[in-house]
């Protein structure tokens, strides 16, 4: 039977790379977006998406979540007709709440237009918007059903072919003359191809149309059970991650929202590693819990703490020192009044990236009320921070909001899962990664600062130097043992 360090390590592996494919093909989109649209078309695009994206949970009540849990559950104890009623039952909740919400959307649209927006042109984005709302029930149901049964190369390759087929339909509908209203377009049709791409390999995994219908009350309140706190978790989650966009758009200008949402998704994208690992082991850590491997979880915890600072800190730093460089070349000078706040989402995303799997594990186990009142803490605090600052300093401002919000959520997730296993807090490990990582940064700046080549010369001579000291750092402080990791690669290749 394969390991579960294994199967985490293959699984994402797989994930990480259709991630990685999917993150290039969504940011080539953005960078063509920005780029023919101009900042204040694309600030208007981006408040009407994040807009309704927003206000999602009112159709998900945390059973997103929930059915990832319990597929997961259901499959070890072989109960498939439970399967099946809990898709029925999660997909008609969906459907419920979305209808609710695009009646309430549709009939104030003209409203939110001339108060909140302050563009006509926002009505007909609404309106395409409200179609993808409803049609991408369709394939994100899919999606947690791939996810739930561990099905990592079909989950994985969601977002890569989504964000093709988006890219491919967003440059068709450019030249078309669709200008604004081509991502709206492009997203709405895109989830129904994907739905339609998706469904074959559905029908195959679950024999749906074999299996009977368990009583679908019983099932959806014990669904409810776990979604409910989850949706909390959820609507902190967004809190964290758009009201930043919701405030740009009400205090500053659109020009400004477009800006924030060039800066935001490429910090994001740094994100990929922390968000497919959280991804695996929920249902994974969900598991192990349930057939009682409790010192396998303990030990996984302790190797990510440690190992996942130490991968993910070179790239970041790197990313931080060169941030104006990016900005300019990828979406031009525009947009290049946006490479402070850049490089503070940096630092934000780096605590981000182990907070997001120290919830996912919390979840997994049956904690979810922990999570959420670790997220609406932090949600709570980004409100605060966002009031303050974004009317006055804008986007900066945002950006200190969000990076604030992501340290509590890694300092108190971390100290619950800690608390829960009964283990040592990590900061001795986490202060000599601190230490090596400031051995790179200043060494890259150095670098940076003494050669004078092609900008991009400089990016990958000081980041390969950087990393090979930063590795020797690690190796001297023992922060890093050379054998462990040696282990570690023997048991993730080993048939």
């Given at each position: ?27 080539a989109l953005r960078v063509i977006l920005a780029r023919w649209l101009g900042p204040t078309e694309y600030g208007l695009f981006y ?35 439970e399967i099946k009623t809990a898709i029925v039952s999660v997909f008609l909740v969906q459907v419920i709440g979305s209808l609710i ?395």
């Amino acid at each position: 039977m394969m390991s579960y360090t294994k199967k985490l390590a293959r699984g994402t592996g797989v994930i990480l790379l259709f991630s990685a494919l999917a993150g290039m093909v969504s940011y080539a989109l953005r960078v063509i977006l920005a780029r023919w649209l101009g900042p204040t078309e694309y600030g208007l695009f981006y408040s009407v998406f994040t807009f309704i994206i927003f206000f999602l949970f009112f159709r998900d009540w945390g059973l997103g979540a929930a059915i990832v849990k319990y597929i997961a559950e259901f499959k070890v104890k072989e109960q498939y007709a439970e399967i099946k009623t809990a898709i029925v039952s999660v997909f008609l909740v969906q459907v419920i709440g979305s209808l609710i919400f695009a009646l309430v959307i549709f009939f104030t649209a003209d409203l939110l237009a001339s108060r909140y927006f302050h563009d006509p042109r926002s009505v007909p984005l609404l309106y395409l918007l409200l179609l993808y709302l409803l049609l991408s029930i369709l394939f994100i149901t899919l999606k947690q059903v791939f996810l739930g049964l561990q099905e990592t190369g079909i989950y994985g390759s969601f977002e890569l072919v989504k964000n093709s087929l988006t890219l491919v339909l967003v440059l068709f509908f450019l030249k078309w003359g669709l200008g604004l209203f081509a991502p709206a377009a492009a997203y709405t049709l895109a989830a129904l191809i994907l739905f339609f791409l998706y469904l074959p390999s559905f029908l195959r995994r679950v024999h749906f149309f074999r299996q009977p219908l368990v009583p679908l009350l019983p099932l959806t309140r014990k669904l409810a059970h776990f979604g409910l706190p989850v949706l909390a978790t959820t609507v902190g989650g967004k809190v964290i991650g758009y009201i930043d966009t919701l405030f740009l758009t009400y205090f500053r200008t659109l020009g400004e929202v477009g800006v924030y949402n060039v800066i935001l998704p490429s910090a994001l994208v740094l994100l990929d590693l922390g968000t497919t690992l959280a991804t695996l082991l929920l249902p994974l850590s969900s598991e192990l819990w349930a057939k009682g491997e409790h010192l396998r979880l303990e030990q996984g915890i302790r190797v990510l703490h440690r190992f996942l600072f130490a991968l993910v800190l070179p790239v970041l730093l790197t990313v931080l020192v060169f941030a104006d460089l990016l900005i300019n070349v990828l979406f031009g000078e525009s947009y290049s009044n946006g490479a402070l706040a850049f490089q503070i989402l940096i630092i934000g995303v780096l605590f981000c990236i182990v907070a997001s799997v120290n919830n996912s594990i919390l979840s997994g186990i049956g904690q979810p009320a922990k999570v959420t009142k670790i997220v609406l803490l932090a949600a709570g605090v980004n409100i605060v921070v966002n009031v303050l600052l974004i009317p006055r300093h804008g986007i900066t401002g945002a950006a200190l909001a969000t990076s604030v919000s992501y340290l509590l959520l890694l300092i108190f997730s971390t100290r619950s899962l800690t608390r829960q296993f009964k283990i040592s807090f990590p900061w001795r490990d986490w202060s000599k990664l601190g230490g090596a990582g400031l051995v790179f940064l200043f060494l890259v700046l150095g670098i940076k600062w003494l050669l004078v080549l092609n900008p991009w010369w400089e990016l990958l001579v000081s980041f390969l130097l950087g990393t090979v000291v930063y590795g020797l750092v690690l190796v001297a402080t023992k922060t890093i043992v050379p054998e462990e990791v040696k282990r570690y690669f023997r048991l993730v290749i080993s048939p």
